[in-house]
Structure formats: C-alpha cells, structure tokens
C-alpha cells in the first residue's frame, strides 16, 4: 500500500517569508500524481498545486511552487510571499494505483502553517 | 453548479444509534469516495464506487456501509454508532477513477459527526 509521510507536524512562517513544507511517499508505481491540499479553518478541502510522475518540471502555481524528486520520492511546497490567508493545514496527497482495477487517493497526516504578521 | 454536496453539516447520536450521511453530486462524476478525517491522522478513505452499482472498501470499512444505487448519490450508513466514529466525514468525486490530473477530487463541505 502506498503511504505519504509529512513530517512537519506545525509550521510558521512570518509574513511575506518563504515556507516549504515536506513531503515523501513510497510506492512501487511510476506512473501517478501528486497534489497539495489547502484545509482553512472553514474545513473546505482546497486543490492548490499537482504534479504528473512523469513530467520531470515542478509544477508552479503563482505563488506555490513545488519541488518533485522522483527518485527519493519527495514533493515539498513552497510558499513564496506567504499571506495571512495562507494559514491554514496542509495536506499531501497521492492518487495511483492502489490495486484490484482501482486507483485511491492517500494523504498524509497534514502540516498546520501559521502565518506571524 | 452545487458540486458535491453533504448533508446534515453536524449531527449528534448516542451510541448504538443509526443514520445516514448523504452525499450528492451534479457533475455526473463516476467516482465518489468517503473520507474521515481524525486530529493527526489525515483523511482516511472509508469506502468508494467506481460507478453505480459498484462499491468497494477502502482503508477504514468497519462499521460503515455503503451503497450506489445511482451515479449522483452515495450515501454513508452507520449501523449502530460507536463513540470512536466521532470524526469529520468528507465525501468527494471525480469524473474518472483514473485521469487524476484532468478530473481531481472535488470535495464536499463535511459533516461533523459527534457519537456520545
């Protein structure tokens, strides 16, 4: 079974400072997809960045970028300019086959950043 | 456009009590997931569909039911609640069980589940 291990339990960061955030998973595939999910106090589930296996540049998303290692599976978040509304838990998820004719999203266990005015 | 959409938003039950969490979606999505969500423990995906008529378990089942009976709705059924399914239950879908970049997860808002 695939897993996804996120370090960094809690984070902060001062405002407009870079953060990144860590990110490694195990898995016998080579072919999936890696993304980032946003969770703000209001518990909506928000996408803010993926990633393709097989694409070997960092996916950028204005002020999110991220910095994908195939061969070590590692897939950190950077934040650049980081933002009030930035605070918020940060999930990394994996979507790739998890068997039986199915593919399955997992996601590690979150990283809360908190954004210091 | 509602998207995915899960109803009731918090909900109270004494344990051994039964009930249905709903979930519905408009986007003629073909998969549909059940996750909860523990402090520390990520989300965990309980069951999925691949498409009516289809369910399958996920790394959490036990204590859980599900079925699909139509592409729109997945509905959650806890049999007799336990306090340790006090969470939060996230239902999400998505156009395809396999293009995970063009069709990601879309999710609901949640539902906060307190069993006493």
């Known amino acids: 079974a695939q897993t996804v291990t996120q370090s960094q339990p809690e984070m902060s960061v001062q405002e407009a400072e870079t953060v990144t955030l860590s990110c490694t998973y195990d898995?016998?595939?080579?072919?999936?997809?890696l993304f980032w999910y946003k969770q703000p106090p209001s518990r909506q589930m928000i996408l803010v960045i993926r990633?393709?296996?097989?694409?070997?540049q960092n996916a950028t998303e204005n002020r999110f970028s991220v910095n994908f290692q195939k061969a070590a599976k590692s897939f950190s978040l950077k934040i650049s300019d980081s933002q009030l509304g930035d605070a918020a838990m940060y999930f990394c998820?994996?979507?790739?086959?998890?068997?039986?004719?199915?593919?399955?999203?997992?996601f590690g266990k979150g990283t809360k950043l908190s954004v210091i005015p | 456009n509602a998207g995915v959409t899960q109803t009731p938003k918090f909900q109270v039950l004494k344990t051994g009590q039964s009930m249905t969490l709903q979930c519905a979606q408009d986007?003629?999505?073909?998969?549909m997931s059940w996750y909860r969500q523990d402090p520390g423990m990520g989300l965990r995906l309980i069951h999925y569909?691949?498409?009516?008529?289809?369910?399958d378990q996920g790394e959490v089942p036990n204590g859980y039911n599900v079925s699909r009976s139509t592409t729109e709705d997945f509905p959650l059924r806890l049999l007799s609640a336990a306090p340790s399914q006090t969470s939060v239950y996230f239902c999400?879908?998505?156009?395809?069980?396999?293009?995970?970049?063009?069709?990601?997860?879309?999710f609901g808002n949640g539902t906060r589940l307190t069993v006493t």
């Open positions: 999400a879908s998505s156009y395809s069980n396999r293009n995970g970049v063009d069709s990601p997860l879309h």
């Open positions: 898995t016998s595939e080579s072919d999936y997809y």
């Open positions: 990633q393709e296996a097989y694409k070997q």
């Open positions: 998820a994996y979507w790739g086959y998890s068997g039986a004719g199915s593919y399955q999203l997992t």
């Open positions: 986007m003629n999505h073909e998969y």
């Open positions: 569909s691949v498409g009516a008529g289809i369910t």
